[in-house]
């Protein structure tokens, strides 16, 4: 959720984290802060609100230096406040911490009773208190960490400054993210709390593990555990380039994103099919004998829970595996039923997902083979499963919208390549059928291209229904899950109060709802359950509902019904979901423009939930 960054070199500091922290402002924040170290004094400017308001006070009371952290944050322990706002200093300590301490109130009540004062509500500031304790006892800086550690649970990633030792940035990670920058021209180092951050000035990085912890100079990074055994640190090459995170010319990230699908879709195809053998070749996922797993469970949060329904539909009917849905929130407390013959796939696109990382360790507690689907190389997530299932990344690149779009489809693309993965393996899918899918799936790029050109009719019907204050959202089959999908993507962006429902069901409660009031969002695409959408839908008609359809080329018969089509390109039903979401996408995104909501940022949101 929260943004870190910290820099050391001979640059001046200010200006890189400030902008480093701008690349991070889609992880949402409540307040930001900046310190920096120099001439062995450390100064700190805070500001409540968006980054601009730090920038203002930057300007009144700039601040120099070539040592630095800074932080955005989004509320947990204390409301948002100057005083809550990282970093967090106490006897020459500099603390700025992302999760949740979760013994804060035992710590808290310790310190207290040593005549420690606090200056704010939160949490992170016993950290500050921790380390600066040990240091008052005669501990060098990097043990005075060390020590703070074994003293705090719960979720975080740290990074401290000392005015003691202004020659080093210390950052420990448990169950947050943490990656190292390396310098690539000068003398320096950066750290931060995702890669975006530090694009402009490297493309080489180490990702932290658990347990791991990294001392920074201007000089070199030298990576330890906790208790200080040393750690060859892995460097990875991340081609992403900085104009990837940029918007490109296009007024949202969100709308940027929508339209970079067909390209990530294309991405996450690439290299692995083999077209002959009718073969995917899934590099990073070790599945092994799949005929020993007699069921698979797939667990995921949001948007990547909505890409799990969808996969259920595509690995049953093309692998013939029986598959559960689970919410990972749910899934850790429940005592699951899991076992070595049950398959764990987790779907996350940042990779850092409390739950879903819970979830994972759950499964793996059990002795089930877990899996990922994953978008950021080397996240939490995609570490948890290497060595048990692995993980298969898909190739979204850098979503910075809150609302995820590319990132679903590139899901929903990474899910039928297992499907038919799983089919072949099992002997279910026959070579000329794969073929035919696989052919089928690699249209899909041009298919969303041919609908991305026909925007400007989604933002005629946005116009027309953008002052709703009610929308339901029907699909069936496959596209129910694609139904929910495009009600959170209203929610989300728009504040509109929206539900998705199988269209069967709606005869058993919400079509109570409908009147002249009420628009109605429908997905009916050629299928198995056509005429019966169809039906549902003359329902909503005949008590005045306005209708809203997607529907696919060549349909003849909806136009009579709707107040409101958009054609999609015909393919298989299994695909259908990869497409129908691209409209739903679009018109959440012109209505939530035309109401001049803060589209890539919408209130209270994040866009990675690291913490419960």
């Given at each position: 959720?929260?943004?870190?960054?910290?820099?050391?070199g001979?640059?001046?500091?200010?200006?890189?984290?400030?902008?480093?922290?701008?690349?991070?402002?889609?992880?949402?924040?409540?307040?930001?802060?900046?310190?920096?170290?120099?001439?062995?004094?450390?100064?700190?400017?805070?500001?409540?609100?968006?980054?601009?308001n730090?920038?203002?006070?930057?300007?009144?009371?700039?601040?120099?230096?070539?040592?630095?952290?800074?932080?955005?944050?989004?509320?947990?322990?204390?409301?948002?406040?100057?005083?809550?706002?990282?970093?967090?200093?106490?006897?020459?300590?500099?603390?700025?911490?992302?999760?949740?301490?979760?013994?804060?109130?035992?710590?808290?009540?310790?310190?207290?009773?040593?005549?420690?004062?606090?200056?704010?509500?939160?949490?992170?500031?016993?950290?500050?208190?921790?380390?600066?304790?040990?240091?008052?006892?005669?501990?060098?800086?990097?043990?005075?960490?060390?020590?703070?550690?074994?003293?705090?649970?719960?979720?975080?990633?740290?990074?401290?400054?000392?005015?003691?030792?202004p020659?080093?940035?210390?950052?420990?990670?448990?169950?947050?993210?943490?990656?190292?920058?390396?310098?690539?021209?000068?003398?320096?180092?950066?750290?931060?709390?995702?890669?975006?951050?530090?694009?402009?000035?490297?493309?080489?990085?180490?990702?932290?593990?658990?347990?791991?912890?990294?001392?920074?100079?201007?000089?070199?990074?030298?990576?330890?555990?906790?208790d200080?055994?040393?750690?060859?640190?892995?460097?990875?090459?991340?081609?992403?380039?900085?104009?990837?995170?940029?918007?490109?010319?296009?007024?949202?990230?969100?709308?940027?994103?929508?339209?970079?699908?067909?390209?990530?879709?294309?991405?996450?195809?690439?290299?692995?099919?083999?077209?002959?053998?009718?073969?995917?070749?899934?590099?990073?996922?070790?599945l092994?004998?799949?005929?020993?797993?007699?069921?698979?469970?797939?667990?995921a949060?949001?948007?990547?829970?909505?890409?799990?329904?969808?996969?259920?539909?595509?690995?049953?009917?093309?692998?013939?595996?029986?598959?559960?849905v689970?919410?990972?929130?749910?899934?850790?407390?429940?005592?699951?039923?899991?076992?070595?013959?049950?398959?764990?796939?987790?779907?996350?696109?940042?990779?850092?997902?409390?739950?879903?990382?819970?979830?994972?360790?759950?499964?793996?507690?059990?002795?089930?083979?877990?899996?990922?689907?994953?978008?950021?190389?080397?996240?939490?997530?995609?570490r948890?499963?290497?060595?048990?299932?692995?993980?298969?990344?898909?190739?979204?690149?850098?979503?910075i919208?809150?609302?995820?779009?590319?990132?679903?489809?590139?899901q929903?693309?990474?899910?039928?390549?297992?499907?038919?993965?799983?089919?072949?393996?099992?002997?279910?899918?026959?070579?000329?059928?794969?073929?035919?899918?696989?052919?089928?799936?690699?249209?899909?790029?041009?298919?969303?291209?041919?609908?991305?050109?026909?925007?400007?009719?989604?933002?005629?019907?946005?116009?027309?229904?953008?002052?709703?204050?009610?929308?339901?959202?029907?699909?069936?089959?496959?596209n129910?899950?694609?139904?929910?999908?495009?009600?959170?993507?209203?929610?989300?962006?728009?504040?509109?109060?929206?539900?998705?429902?199988?269209?069967?069901?709606?005869?058993?409660?919400?079509?109570?709802?409908?009147?002249?009031?009420?628009?109605?969002?429908?997905?009916?695409?050629?299928?198995?359950?056509?005429?019966?959408?169809?039906?549902?839908?003359?329902?909503?008609?005949?008590?005045?509902?306005?209708?809203?359809?997607?529907?696919?080329?060549?349909?003849?018969?909806?136009?009579?019904?709707a107040?409101?089509?958009?054609?999609?390109?015909?393919?298989?039903?299994?695909?259908?979901?990869?497409?129908?979401?691209?409209?739903?996408?679009?018109?959440?995104?012109?209505?939530?423009?035309?109401?001049?909501?803060?589209?890539?940022?919408?209130?209270?949101?994040?866009?990675?939930?690291?913490?419960e």
């Open positions: 959720m929260c943004g870190i960054v910290g820099y050391i001979e640059q001046d500091a200010t200006d890189i984290i400030v902008e480093g922290l701008r690349k991070l402002e889609y992880r949402g924040y409540d307040s930001a802060g900046v310190a920096v170290l120099k001439d062995g004094r450390t100064e700190i400017r805070r500001a409540v609100g968006k980054l601009r730090l920038d203002k006070a930057l300007v009144e009371r700039p601040l120099t230096g070539s040592v630095g952290i800074g932080h955005t944050r989004w509320a947990t322990h204390g409301r948002p406040a100057e005083q809550n706002a990282h970093p967090h200093a106490v006897d020459g300590i500099t603390v700025v911490h992302n999760g949740i301490i979760e013994n804060y109130l035992e710590l808290r009540h310790r310190l207290v009773q040593r005549d420690r004062r606090f200056s704010s509500e939160t949490d992170t500031e016993i950290m500050a208190h921790l380390v600066a304790e040990h240091a008052a006892r005669g501990l060098g800086f990097v043990d005075a960490v060390r020590a703070a550690l074994t003293e705090v649970r719960g979720a975080y990633a740290f990074v401290i400054l000392s005015e003691r030792e020659d080093k940035i210390i950052t420990a990670k448990n169950a947050s993210p943490i990656v190292i920058g390396y310098g690539e021209n000068a003398e320096e180092n950066y750290v931060a709390s995702d890669i975006p951050a530090l694009l402009a000035h490297t493309r080489t990085f180490t990702f932290l593990n658990d347990g791991e912890m990294a001392v920074l100079s201007k000089s070199g990074v030298v990576v330890t555990t906790l200080g055994q040393p750690i060859e640190a892995k460097v990875k090459r991340v081609d992403w380039s900085p104009v990837m995170a940029e918007k490109g010319g296009h007024k949202h990230f969100m709308h940027k994103e929508i339209f970079e699908q067909p390209t990530a879709i294309a991405d996450t195809i690439r290299g692995r099919v083999i077209m002959e053998e009718a073969r995917v070749h899934l590099e990073g996922m070790e092994g004998d799949v005929n020993r797993l007699q069921r698979l469970v797939i667990t949060c949001g948007t990547s829970y909505h890409a799990g329904l969808v996969g259920k539909f595509m690995i049953e009917q093309i692998a013939r595996l029986p598959v559960e689970d919410l990972a929130s749910e899934f850790r407390y429940r005592q699951p039923v899991i076992d070595e013959t049950t398959g764990l796939l987790a779907i996350s696109q940042s990779g850092e997902t409390a739950d879903t990382l819970a979830a994972i360790k759950e499964g793996k507690r059990h002795g089930a083979p877990v899996f990922a689907v994953c978008n950021v190389i080397e996240s939490s997530i995609a948890e499963c290497t060595g048990s299932g692995g993980v298969m990344y898909t190739h979204a690149g850098p979503e919208g809150v609302a995820s779009t590319k990132a679903f489809t590139t929903l693309v990474a899910l039928h390549l297992l499907a038919i993965h799983l089919g072949r393996e099992r002997g279910i899918l026959d070579r000329a059928t794969a073929q035919e899918m696989l052919t089928n799936l690699r249209e899909v790029p041009k298919q969303i291209e041919t609908m991305l050109n026909r925007e400007a009719s989604l933002v005629a019907v946005a116009r027309r229904y953008a002052k709703s204050k009610d929308v339901l959202y029907l699909g069936r089959g496959p129910y899950p694609i139904a929910l999908e495009g009600a959170l993507k209203l929610k989300e962006i728009s504040y509109i109060h929206a539900e998705g429902y199988a269209a069967g069901e709606m005869k058993h409660g919400p079509i109570a709802l409908i009147d002249e009031n009420l628009p109605t969002v429908a997905i009916a695409t050629q299928g198995d359950a056509y005429e019966k959408t169809v039906s549902n839908l003359e329902e909503v008609r005949a008590r005045d509902g306005k209708l809203i359809i997607i529907a696919s080329e060549g349909d003849s018969k909806i136009a009579a019904i107040d409101d089509v958009f054609i999609v390109p015909r393919n298989q039903p299994l695909i259908d979901p990869i497409l129908t979401v691209v409209p739903l996408q679009l018109l959440a995104y012109h209505i939530a423009d035309i109401n001049g909501t803060d589209v890539d940022q919408p209130r209270n949101l994040a866009k990675s939930v690291t913490v």
